[in-house]
């Protein structure tokens, strides 16, 4: 996802796959929190009213959805975030060998990363990425100009003062006297704006709400410094290598990240929608680097390459296009301007064929991303990246 997220599948001359095969990963992953906030009542501002509920698991269907977004809900979004860690490293390393001043051009990426958040906010998807993981990387592209344990502190420091405000914003929720109730708060007019409104109001609704839709990068910056640094971190350990000690390093991780995360994630999950906060943003972390020792660990054990992994690769060598065109597909299968599923299935086949458009949109991108890399090297908004800041 930009060239720092799309490019760094290089050590030296060796290639990482495994890189690729968790950016696919991760951009599918992600798709399976934002499908929930495409289908829901209200979209992407019932979100913030609630309209999402909590995870319950009181009925088959129930449990089904619950399953599905507690494995996804901010794990692959920080899985996404390390991963951009790591890539930054890449492009640091490779700048030191070619004895390129640093951060000297990748200011310009991350400038153009973040033009292209703030195009991709405004036309498609109101809980972007891009532009918060711009910033981010303006500030880790200086610090990693600094020593080993300026990072170090950085790094701690970031997460501490994360889990202060998470903690502080809990504790807000879980005394306030407040009944978040199951999406009665949305407005009925952005209910319809989504479910039958004009493309161009939907835009200017975005504009219109810009602070309050722009707030979660605002709030998870010092999360992002943290997973950015961590990213840097378990590369230079060499985490995503193919030898012995990178497969016990992510071993590790998996024992860690899962056998902390799992049970974690689950308590918050049973406490209450007060305590979103605590899982999204503080649990959900644990379990994203859980996901990097699974991961690897399965792609330890491929001898020849599969669709399934052949697809993830072409995805991750793609991310860019493919975050992009996963939200456009949603948006135009989901809301009025397309295909208007959301209002016609509503909750009548609800959670499956949430699902079901997650697993369409997955398998265009795979096999999409598979047949177009057969004639170009770059993905459609990589290439077009690449052009722009050649000029």
Not at 367 to 379: D, H, Q
Request: net charge positive; charged share 15%.
């Amino acid at each position: 996802m930009t060239d720092t997220l799309r490019a760094p599948v290089r050590t030296g001359t060796k290639r990482l796959a495994l890189l690729d095969v968790l950016r696919g990963a991760a951009i599918l992953g992600t798709l399976m929190t934002n499908v929930w906030v495409f289908t829901t009542c209200g979209s992407e501002w019932g979100v913030l009213q609630g309209a999402l509920g909590q995870v319950t698991f009181g009925s088959f269907p129930e449990a089904a959805e619950g399953v599905f977004r507690l494995l996804a809900d901010g794990k692959f979004l920080s899985l996404l975030t390390i991963l951009f860690g790591a890539g930054l490293a890449i492009q640091y390393a490779s700048a030191a060998r070619r004895g390129q001043p640093w951060p000297g051009r990748y200011k310009w990426r991350a400038l153009f990363l973040f033009a292209e958040g703030t195009v991709h906010f405004v036309l498609v998807f109101a809980w972007d990425v891009l532009m918060g993981y711009a910033v981010t990387a303006l500030l880790v592209a200086w610090l990693l100009t600094r020593s080993e344990r300026a990072r170090r502190r950085v790094m701690w420091w970031a997460a501490g003062v994360h889990l202060t405000v998470m903690g502080l914003l809990t504790a807000v929720l879980a005394t306030a006297d407040n009944d978040p109730g199951s999406g009665d708060g949305v407005s009925p007019a952005v209910v319809e704006l989504y479910a039958h409104g004009g493309y161009l109001d939907q835009v200017a609704f975005r504009l219109e709400n810009a602070i309050a839709l722009r707030l979660e990068p605002v709030l998870s910056f010092f999360l992002l410094l943290f997973l950015f640094l961590l990213g840097v971190r378990l590369f230079r350990a060499g985490a995503f290598g193919a030898d012995e000690a990178a497969r016990r390093l992510r071993a590790r991780l998996l024992g860690w990240g899962l056998g902390l995360g799992v049970p974690l994630n689950v308590a918050v999950a049973l406490a209450g929608p007060d305590y979103f906060l605590l899982g999204r943003y503080g649990a959900a972390p644990l379990m994203a680097v859980g996901y990097i020792g699974l991961i690897g660990a399965l792609v330890d054990r491929v001898r020849r390459p599969g669709p399934l992994m052949t697809g993830l690769t072409s995805v991750g060598r793609t991310a860019l296009s493919g975050y992009v065109l996963q939200n456009l597909l949603c948006m135009l299968a989901s809301y009025g301007i397309g295909l208007g599923l959301a209002a016609r299935l509503g909750d009548t086949w609800r959670p499956w064929w949430v699902m079901g458009l997650w697993a369409v949109v997955c398998a265009v991108l795979m096999v999409g991303s598979t047949l177009w890399l057969r004639r170009f090297a770059n993905g459609p908004l990589e290439s077009v990246q690449k052009w722009a800041l050649r000029r």
